[in-house]
Structures are given as C-alpha cells and as structure tokens.
C-alpha cells in the first residue's frame, strides 16, 4: 500500500500585495499551478507562508481559501506547532479539520527542550489529533534538533504518526530513522538539495520550498528518484543544484520569492521581519534561473 504522502509536496508561500496584503489572485494560480505542474499534496501555513507573520483571522482565511480552491483535487497538510505544548493541544481540540488531511507540527522552538521534553510535548499532540501527524524537525529554525531515538519513540506510540519532515540535514539520522520506524512510519525530506540522496536510502519524497516556482522539476525530480531512474533523477538535481543553494542564500521564503518575482509568478513582498534579499542575490537568481531555463 502507498503511503499517503509519497511524492512531492509544496510548503506554500503567502503572497502579498505591496500594501502587504494577502493576494489571494496569486494564491489561487499558486494552487492551480502546482496541481498542473504534478504536486502530489499541499502544505499550508509551514515555515515558508510566514505564518509567524499572519494573524490568526488570517491563517483560517488562508486555509479555508486553499481547500475551496483545492477542491478536493490534492491533500492538504497544515501546518500546526508551538512552543506552548498545552496552548497547541487547546488548538488542536477547538479545530474544524474539515478538508484537512494530516497537521505538520514542528518540534518546539526557542525553548530549547531535551529529548524527554520532546517527546512529551508530541505525546500529548499525538493523543490530542483526530488527524494523522507528520513530525517535523528543522534545528536550523528551532535551535534543537529531535535525534532518531526520539524520533523513532514518538512514531511507535501510534499509527497516526505516519511521518517525519526530516530537515537536519544529516543523511546519517535519516538513515537510522528508515532503518529503524515502524511499517506505517515514513522519512521524508524537508530540504530541497536532499530530495535524491535521501530518496535513494529510503525516503518517500519532499516537502519543498522551491516548488512554489518550479513545481514540474521538482515532481519529475521525485518521481525519478522514487522509480529508480537515477539518470534522469541525477540529470535533474545537477540542473536545479544550485538554485537549491541560492534560495536559502538570504533565508526562506525571500530566495524563493525572488525567484517566483523573476518568473513573473510573485510580487517579491515579505512581511517584516523578513525582506526580500539582496540585489547581488537577486542576479544570481536570474544568472542560475536562465541556464536551466
């Protein structure tokens, strides 16, 4: 049976209008084009929608405007964590999921928890979600990292922990992670640069940032490295490597922004604390942007 988040995913961006508003126009072609361009399934309200920058009225607008335009189309993933353990069960509990397919929750952040502290912390989010979980693990952002251990301790407290957003960038934990999880439990990558190499060792896709602007690579991308065309899949990451690195040059979601803002596909607005990156970074997009192009 295929797990039901094989593939590519895409970490939505918010676009915004220069007033910063939300373009909900934009939002709506954002959706259709990462449907047409083989997307596998949505993610709404991640890192990547600065979402620490949207009111609360905001983010239910968001998601509900997502699954109305969605339609049924593609899953949908939202994106729902906190480093107030009891404050995010409380949400959990008062939540209409209704079109929501699984909540992505990131481990605490700014807090700095041990590994018990962790594994509480989703313990209690495991018992409180009517929906299933997908972990997800970003040290760069939290200023912790969730190790397999605990990683691998969560996911055999219950079936609805099918997966873990595996973004540490340590090919070696992701290995102990797919060695070691139950049958119903999936790795999936949360950095862009590791679709191939950690396909290849067992993982079941991606969550992308650089989907946004070029969804039909980074699906043909994943599909060739979960079907074992290693030529096609090694062709397409060559290609795409260095973009990789150039959106996260000056952070994310700026670099993919940028980018979306060269393809005519974003107005390249951020809300502060975040601005869009340097000019210097901006024509390397464009130089890069070109050569595959």
Same mark, same amino acid.
């Given at each position: 049976?295929?797990?039901?988040?094989?593939?590519?995913?895409?970490?939505?961006?918010?676009?915004?209008?220069?007033?910063?508003?939300?373009?909900?126009?934009?939002?709506? +072609?954002?959706?259709?084009?990462?449907? %047409?361009?083989?997307?596998?399934?949505?993610?709404?309200?991640?890192?990547?929608?600065?979402?620490?920058?949207?009111?609360?009225?905001?983010?239910?607008?968001?998601? +509900?405007?997502?699954?109305?335009?969605?339609?049924? +189309?593609?899953?949908?993933?939202?994106?729902?964590?906190?480093?107030?353990?009891?404050?995010?069960?409380?949400?959990?509990?008062?939540?209409?999921?209704?079109?929501?397919?699984?909540?992505?929750?990131?481990?605490?952040?700014?807090?700095?928890?041990?590994?018990?502290?962790?594994?509480?912390?989703?313990?209690?989010?495991?018992?409180?979600?009517?929906?299933?979980?997908?972990?997800?693990?970003?040290?760069?952002?939290?200023?912790?990292?969730?190790?397999?251990?605990?990683?691998?301790?969560?996911?055999?407290?219950?079936?609805?922990?099918?997966?873990?957003?595996?973004?540490?960038?340590?090919?070696?934990?992701?290995?102990?992670?797919?060695?070691?999880?139950? %049958?119903?439990?999936?790795?999936?990558?949360?950095?862009?640069?590791?679709?191939?190499?950690?396909?290849?060792?067992?993982?079941?896709?991606?969550?992308?940032?650089?989907?946004?602007?070029?969804?039909?690579?980074?699906?043909?991308?994943?599909?060739?490295?979960? %079907?074992?065309?290693?030529?096609?899949?090694?062709?397409?990451?060559?290609?795409?490597?260095?973009?990789?690195?150039?959106?996260?040059?000056?952070?994310?979601?700026?670099?993919?922004?940028?980018?979306?803002?060269?393809?005519?596909?974003?107005?390249?607005?951020?809300?502060?604390?975040?601005?869009?990156?340097?000019?210097?970074?901006?024509?390397?997009?464009?130089?890069?942007?070109?050569?595959?192009?």
């Amino acid at each position: 049976m295929t797990h039901p988040f094989t593939g590519a995913g895409v970490a939505l961006i918010t676009p915004f209008n220069e007033d910063k508003s939300i373009d909900y126009s934009a939002l709506e +072609r954002l959706i259709e084009d990462q449907i %047409s361009g083989g997307i596998d399934y949505l993610v709404v309200l991640g890192t990547t929608a600065e979402t620490p920058a949207l009111s609360e009225i905001e983010k239910k607008e968001i998601v +509900r405007f997502v699954i109305e335009k969605n339609a049924g +189309r593609l899953k949908i993933v939202m994106g729902m964590g906190s480093n107030n353990t009891l404050g995010l069960v409380q949400t959990i509990q008062t939540t209409d999921f209704t079109g929501i397919d699984a909540i992505l929750s990131v481990t605490p952040y700014y807090n700095k928890p041990n590994q018990e502290g962790l594994f509480q912390h989703f313990k209690m989010v495991v018992e409180a979600s009517p929906l299933p979980i997908i972990l997800y693990n970003v040290p760069g952002r939290t200023g912790v990292n969730m190790v397999a251990e605990t990683t691998l301790r969560i996911a055999h407290l219950s079936e609805k922990v099918v997966a873990i957003k595996e973004a540490a960038g340590d090919l070696s934990q992701f290995a102990k992670i797919i060695s070691n999880a139950p %049958s119903y439990f999936k790795v999936i990558s949360g950095d862009d640069a590791l679709t191939l190499p950690s396909i290849s060792i067992g993982a079941i896709g991606v969550i992308s940032v650089i989907a946004n602007a070029l969804p039909k690579y980074i699906s043909q991308l994943t599909k060739a490295s979960l %079907s074992g065309n290693m030529p096609l899949a090694g062709q397409l990451h060559l290609q795409l490597v260095e973009l990789f690195k150039l959106i996260f040059k000056e952070g994310n979601p700026a670099g993919v922004k940028a980018l979306m803002a060269i393809m005519g596909k974003d107005k390249n607005q951020l809300r502060l604390p975040l601005v869009p990156v340097s000019q210097d970074t901006y024509s390397l997009l464009e130089t890069e942007f070109k050569k595959i192009n």
